[in-house]
Each structure stands twice: as structure tokens, then as C-alpha cells.
């Protein structure tokens, strides 16, 4: 049995339904995707704040999902807020959604863009690229300079800058596909593709996908090093008196 615990570490129930949508287009027959929203973080994930603030009741949600049998979980924010600490606390294998785009566009081109929402998240990410080994292979983060929840609010305004963005970076960059920053702009990968004639890259996609493929393969966070279980420290103070 699959069951992928999509989580959206920001607390907005919309955009939620939007992951979910794009997990459910694209999950294999007998894949259940289990679609949760955050609860007690803030509104939309946008720098490092946001972030640190979302972790806690990401966590929750993780650990909630394992007890209904979870076997993978999907960070459906680009920023993989919690990447980490979310392995200590699962069993199962936990994916960010950047780190599946990424892997996903090292696989299908030699260059690749990624086009987030607001400038301040471009440091970031390109932190993240370079921390997951493929800086190398990014030629630049972009930005579309709007709030993440605009993406919903005004969806003809986000498709008009993705579609000018994508089409800068395919001449300026020199990139043969394109990363979505944002879990928010699922529902735009198709359209953009056609629209910029290059694949475009979903990292909602990407990690649904891998998380089928991990659990098909049996495969588990290992509990053997960093990624073991937080420890209790109750007996601690006791111990050193
Ligand atoms: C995301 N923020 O995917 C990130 C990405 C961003 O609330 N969901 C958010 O645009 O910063």
C-alpha cells in the first residue's frame, strides 16, 4: 500500500486543495495521497522566518500522518522548510519538493532556471541548489516579484510574469527546462510548458513520484545517525546529579 502524506507547511487551506489537485492528477492507480494544511504557522512560507515558524506544526502533521500510516511524506513548499527535522520524526522516507524538481531537472536537461515568487526568496533557494550539489546546472533563480497567495488571488497576473519570465530565462540563460519555485504554481506547469516550449518542472510532480518510487522500494529514513528519532531527555538532569 502507498499512502503519501502531502504536507503544506503554510496554513492556507486553498492553496492545500491546489497541491492536492496536481498530487491527485498525477498519483499512480493505488496511490492514496493523504493532503493536510499545516496548523499554527503562518499564512504563506516567504524567508527564513516564515520558515522557522512553520516547523513545528509541520512536525506535527508528520507525526500525526505516520500514526494513520503514512509511507512517505512530501514538503509541498519550496523552501523544504524542516527537510531534516522532519526525517528525525518520520519513519518513512520525507521529500522537499525543490529537492525532487532538482532531481528531476539534472535528469531531463543540462541547464535549468528556477522561477520563484518574491525576490527574497532567490538567496534561498539558490542555497538549497547548491546544497543539494546542482549549482553547477542552475543558471539563475528567478523571481516573479508577487506574494505567494497572489498566485491564487490573481492567476491571469501570475501566468502573464511566469510566461515572460520563462521566456527571458530561456534566452538570457540559456536553460532547456524550468523550475517552479513555488508550490503554489502547480496548476501552471502544463500550460507554461507549451506555452515556453520547454519542460517545466513541478516540484509537487517530482516528489509525489519519488515517493511512490521510494515506497515501492521498500526504502525508510535510516534511524542509524542523524536522522534517529529526538531523543527523550527526561532522565538527563537526573543522570548528572
Ligand atoms: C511555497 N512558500 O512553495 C513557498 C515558496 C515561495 O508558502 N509555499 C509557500 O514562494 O517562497
Not at 173 to 193: T, Y
Request: glycine content about 8%; aromatic content about 4%; proline content about 5%.
Amino acid at each position: 500500500m502507498t499512502r503519501i502524506h502531502v504536507i503544506n507547511p503554510n496554513s492556507t487551506a486553498s492553496m492545500t486543495a491546489q497541491i492536492a489537485r496536481a498530487a491527485e492528477a498525477i498519483r499512480a492507480e493505488g496511490t492514496e495521497i493523504d493532503a493536510v494544511t499545516a496548523t499554527g504557522t503562518p499564512a504563506s512560507i516567504e524567508g527564513y522566518a516564515d520558515e522557522a515558524m512553520a516547523v513545528p506544526g509541520m512536525l506535527a502533521a508528520i507525526r500525526a500522518a505516520e500514526a494513520r500510516g503514512a509511507t512517505a511524506h512530501v514538503i509541498a513548499c519550496f523552501d523544504d522548510p524542516g527537510l531534516a527535522a522532519a526525517r528525525e520524526v518520520a519513519t518513512g522516507p520525507v521529500i522537499g519538493i525543490c529537492q525532487a524538481a532538482v532531481q528531476v531537472a539534472v535528469t531531463v536537461a543540462s541547464r535549468f532556471s528556477v522561477i520563484t515568487t518574491l525576490p527574497r526568496s532567490v538567496p534561498v533557494i539558490e542555497d538549497l541548489i547548491a546544497g543539494y550539489g546542482a549549482g553547477n546546472r542552475c543558471r539563475r533563480v528567478r523571481a516573479v516579484d508577487l506574494p505567494v497567495l497572489s498566485l491564487e488571488s490573481d492567476p491571469h497576473i501570475a501566468r502573464s510574469r511566469l510566461l515572460a519570465e520563462a521566456r527571458l530565462s530561456i534566452r538570457e540563460d540559456g536553460v532547456d527546462a524550468i523550475v517552479l519555485g513555488c508550490a503554489g504554481m502547480a496548476e501552471h506547469c502544463d500550460w507554461l510548458s507549451r506555452e515556453a516550449g520547454v519542460p517545466v518542472i513541478d516540484g509537487v510532480t517530482a516528489a509525489v513520484k519519488l515517493a511512490e518510487a521510494l515506497t515501492g522500494g521498500g526504502f525508510r529514513t535510516s534511524k542509524a545517525g542523524a536522522y534517529a528519532f529526538p531523543r527523550d531527555k527526561a532522565g538527563d538532569l537526573a543522570r548528572s546529579a
